[in-house]
């Protein structure tokens, strides 16, 4: 269900994001309320996303010294330019989808392979040292099952958390609202539907936890 009032806590979050946008629509998205889908303020800041995943998806080097060390630099910083937050050592394999993209944060050493799809509309929290398979789909957005909101363009979407040294296989989709906890693995073609306990191997589709890894202290 949708929320009822704004969220403090994810609108706090939200401050520590760049290029966020703060209007009364966007504030009731990121808070899990039902939220207009087209307003203008909205609209412009996806059609400003659809803008810069062109450009990302389509850029590759001319320069015939390039190598994926340079790749890498210019890649991290269209990154840094766009999303809420990059940490050190990103790399995502293009073809990349986003919604809004000021509401996803990458921890540091995040790798992406071929065709990540993160529907951002609510905050996408990404830990330390996670990798995807490819084909990856993060997926805030989510609507009533009542038929006149949809018939109105009206949405909601609930927060996704991936937390530190995860693993995500290729063709995971990750559905609103869930948190998957430092350490686990996501087998390949699983549909996460609800939070995942740290230092968990799951699988399945819903996916439920199989097997329990050897939890590390912290990394320094």
Same mark, same amino acid.
């Given at each position: +269900?949708?929320?009822?009032e704004k969220n403090p806590a ?12 703060? /209007?009364?629509?966007?504030? %009731?998205?990121?808070?899990?309320? *039902? ?12 059609? #400003?996303? =659809? ?5 990302? #998806? #389509? ?32 790399? @995502? ?10 509401? @996803? =944060? ?14 951002? &509309?609510? *905050?996408?929290?990404?830990?330390? !040292?996670? +990798? ?17 909101? !949809?018939?109105?363009? @009206? ?10 040294? &995860?693993?995500?296989?290729? #063709? $995971?989709? @990750? ?14 073609? /699983? $549909?996460?539907? %609800? ?15 199989? %097997? ?9």
């Amino acid at each position: +269900m949708a929320a009822q009032e704004k969220n403090p806590a994810e609108l706090e979050k939200a401050t520590a994001l760049a290029h966020v946008p703060r /209007s009364e629509e966007f504030d %009731k998205m990121i808070s899990g309320m *039902l939220y207009d889908a087209h307003d203008p303020e909205l609209t412009k800041i996806r059609f #400003n996303a =659809r803008r810069w995943m062109h450009k990302y #998806n #389509n850029y590759f080097p001319d320069d015939p010294e390039a190598d994926f060390e340079s790749l890498t630099e210019v890649r991290k910083n269209m990154l840094k330019q766009f999303l809420g937050h990059v940490g050190d050592g990103v790399f @995502i394999e293009p073809s990349f989808a986003v919604d809004y993209g000021c509401n @996803i =944060r990458l921890g540091d050493r995040f790798y992406s392979n071929f065709n990540l799809t993160i529907l951002d &509309c609510a *905050l996408v929290t990404i830990g330390d !040292r996670v +990798m995807f398979g490819p084909n990856v789909s993060i997926l805030t957005a989510t609507h009533e099952t009542e038929v006149q909101s !949809r018939r109105d363009d @009206i949405e909601y979407a609930k927060p996704i958390t991936i937390e530190d040294d &995860c693993w995500i296989g290729g #063709n $995971v989709v @990750i559905l609103p609202g869930v948190v998957i906890g430092q350490g686990c693995t996501i087998a390949a073609s /699983s $549909v996460v539907t %609800k939070n995942i306990p740290a230092w968990s191997v799951a699988m399945g589709a819903p996916a439920r936890v199989v %097997k329990k890894v050897t939890p590390l202290e912290a990394h320094n």
